[in-house]
């Protein structure tokens, strides 16, 4: 079992080690409100669109761009979650992918997507490049990465959590424009009750049990 298998058994605390379809929907249930967060205060359909998706996990935002009528291809440095996600998903294409290495596709994508992903990585800086290269002209990345509370510093695989203003500058020098720091917080546990009910906040909160993140968004 590779690290990052090893991951999905361990600091992510799974739902379940299986990683069923029900777990899925579950995912999605929480990134509900991250969408529609996007949908609205960017004036963004992903109808159509060609996406690629880095660090899918369990697939639920393939789940739910797929819904949306999205292009969506997900991917995932775990070949035993890429290996799960196809079984559970079967309508979107998963492959294995390392960020820091390529993007494996020949396609120019619209969007390029990857919610908590960039502090897991030893360079983020090969990763946004090869974002970059991924992209059409004028297309853009979406992504997220926890601010640094303390709270945020404590999965060992987070080796590069960073304050907002450090991460503009990282995609400014890989090529990038119009990059966009938005401050993003989501109150605890009622999405378990309703998908709906995973309201976003556009600011940074420090308290235990809420999920506090800088929205990326930038275009090649």
Partial sequence: ????????QTY?????KSWTEYDVKKYANWYFGWIKFIEKKFYISFYSKKVFEIGS???GVCYLLNQLGANIVGSDISRMMVKKAKRNISSVPFVYCDIQKKIPSRIKY?????F???EHLNNPTKGIVNIYKALKTKGMFIGSTPYPFPKNLI???????????????LFIDSGFKNVICQPLSFLPL???INRSLNISLPFYVSLPGFVSTTLLVAER
């Fill in 1 to 8: 079992m590779s690290t990052w298998d090893t991951y999905f």
């Fill in 12 to 16: 992510l605390r799974p739902i379940s």
């Fill in 57 to 59: 996990g369990a697939g």
């Fill in 110 to 114: 619209d969007y390029i997507m990857g």
């Fill in 116 to 118: 908590e992903v960039l």
């Fill in 155 to 169: 999965d060992p695989t987070h080796v590069n959590v960073k304050y907002p203003e450090q991460w503009k500058k």
């Fill in 190 to 192: 009622l999405w378990r």
